[in-house]
């Protein structure tokens, strides 16, 4: 349908933010049989517990084919950077994360780790994205568990608005606002979901989805790069447990999207650190939430129960046994 | 399950917006026999055209139950506002805004400047967002024709953020952002889906939603408000194009989002004007769009082929004939 290969971001200057475009599924019309993240597929190979492969269809490439433009308002750079697939496990039928053992789940973030510090090495990328989308409410195809790291040639703008804020409440007051953020919810608790050794998860008091669920190291840890393996172990029993919540909550799973916040690849940033959010889709009700003309056209989230409602649901869940998929341990 | 009843405002310290949180719904559990919009229902009655009735669930009241908060890091305000339904029609089995003749849909337009007018009398009030939800794909159970208004207490953040780039710009150019784009759109045409006498959709150049368009006026008219009833009728047959074009690019009614951002209610914005935003959802493979762990979770949008190539298949859509629902005229 195209005529070229397009990779590039484009700049809205209206909104201020970049839009990845590319159009390599145009000219790629490719289809796996079976499923494309198991051991011993083309791509996969045999041998390994975790795996970071390169997205078939990537937004970012690279050696993007595509110059840069300046003749406003008409901005875009090359689409430069990587898209990578982190294939969790090398078993199909696994429900979600929270069926591996904490150790397994630690070696994925120990994945994340590494691809982290490697691509920090390369000057064109100034940002590692970590999600994880779950559930075909939310368009997940592929159930072989996985996610996804866009390595981005710019900060993600949701991420650059929660730094600015924070670097402004550093400036003024000289404290991490992130840090400020999980003591008083921790003091207030009544939004706690779980505490470990050195992790917290709770709903905050403005929750926009309505099962979100940040994750903070209770220290001021200002990457992931930065965590002990016994933080990771910890980490990893944090988010089992939150994700197990999260299926329980209405005895069935539920679809979410999970983001990793980091600060970007380089420099040093005291007034910022590393949290997971988790946005669980169902609502109270257990009804889909959907972003509609509220949300995606103006920007205005509506919640139509309360976290401290939520937060609820998901402390008595976490008391309930887990149903996960057969094999979990 | 939750003890009091909830209708408030939300700030968001880290990322910077407001959450509106109502939990009225766990208070009234209501549900409609039949439909609730259609003529004749208890809340609509008979012998209108164009109908503003308030939300059963509104997220905002006039007199919220809830005082303000501000310890922070949780602040919160009452929930002071109004949300209301826009019955478009007293017809249930219409599919779309499109299959209203020009002259009914200018009577909705109208009907928004007489609330919008309204609006902008209440002090407590400052901002009016219609919006409109189209497709069970995002989330619409109640079919009749219908669209939304927020009267909200606050600017919604996604206008907000509108509206400091154009300032911005204004600040160091003397022109309004928006006709600058919106001249170049024209200008450069590859992306312009229709033009009217007083109207031109274009899908923008940094699109972030598949068939994502924009509506603006070719003078710089501020407000809806300020609109003559002539140039409602020429927006009315600019929308009805660019809504028919949706339903005929893959023979089948596509799940559409749409917006108006206007500016605030009271004030004069020289440097920003009034235009409409509709979001397809459906992509260029004719699948429906996601907005996953990059979108929701990063702020990064992914358009996985080209505006031009959006466009291009929209103008091919205006040339074939619509099919709307039977009593279309």
Redesign the interface.
């Known amino acids: 349908?195209?005529e070229r290969v397009?990779i590039e971001a484009?700049?809205?200057?209206?909104?201020?933010?970049?839009?990845?475009?590319?159009?390599?599924?145009?000219f790629r019309p490719w289809r796996p049989r079976g499923c494309p993240f198991c051991p011993g597929s083309p791509e996969t190979g045999w041998g390994w517990r975790v795996l970071v492969i390169e997205n078939a269809?990537p937004?970012l490439v690279p050696n993007p084919p595509t110059g840069p433009r300046s003749d406003?308002?008409?901005i875009?750079v090359p689409g430069r950077g990587r898209c990578f697939v982190v294939v969790e496990t090398p078993r199909h039928d696994v429900d979600d994360l929270s069926d591996l053992s904490a150790s397994d789940l630690a070696d994925v973030l120990e994945t994340l780790q590494i691809l982290f510090e490697e691509l920090s090495k390369d000057p064109a990328i100034v940002y590692a994205?970590w999600?994880?989308?779950k559930g075909e409410e939310?368009?997940v195809s592929l159930t072989h568990p996985h996610?996804?790291v866009?390595a981005?040639p710019f900060i993600?703008?949701?991420?650059?608005?929660?730094m600015?804020?924070?670097y402004r409440?550093w400036a003024r007051s000289g404290r991490c606002?992130?840090c400020?953020?999980r003591d008083?919810e921790l003091e207030?608790g009544e939004r706690v979901v779980c505490r470990t050794r050195f992790f917290a998860a709770f709903v905050?008091?403005?929750?926009?989805w309505p099962f979100e669920i940040h994750v903070h190291p209770l220290r001021h840890l200002e990457s992931l790069r930065y965590a002990s393996r016994e933080e990771l172990e910890d980490l990893a029993r944090c988010l089992r447990a939150v994700l197990q919540g999260l299926r329980r909550v209405f005895g069935k799973p539920m679809p979410y999207?999970?983001?990793l916040h980091e600060p970007p690849l380089r420099g040093s940033y005291p007034w910022f650190h590393t949290h997971l959010?988790i946005?669980g889709m169902y609502r109270?009700?257990g009804r889909?939430?959907?972003?509609?003309?509220?949300e995606?056209?103006?920007?205005?989230?509506?919640?139509?129960?309360?976290?401290?409602?939520a937060a609820k649901m998901l402390r008595s869940a976490l008391e309930v046994p887990d149903h996960g998929s057969e094999d979990k341990r």
Do not use: H
Not at 156 to 162: A, G, I, S, W, Y
Not at 300 to 305: E, K, L, N, R
């Open positions: 349908m195209a397009v484009r700049w809205d200057p209206i909104l201020g933010d970049w839009v990845l475009v590319s159009n390599v599924r145009e269809f937004m406003f308002p008409f875009s994205l999600f994880r989308n939310v368009g996610s996804q866009y981005l993600p703008n949701k991420v650059l608005r929660e600015r804020n924070c409440f606002l992130l400020e953020v008083r207030a905050p008091f403005w929750a926009k999207v999970a983001v959010e946005y109270v009700s889909l939430k959907y972003a509609g003309g509220s995606t056209g103006g920007g205005v989230f509506t919640y139509d129960s309360t976290p401290e409602v």
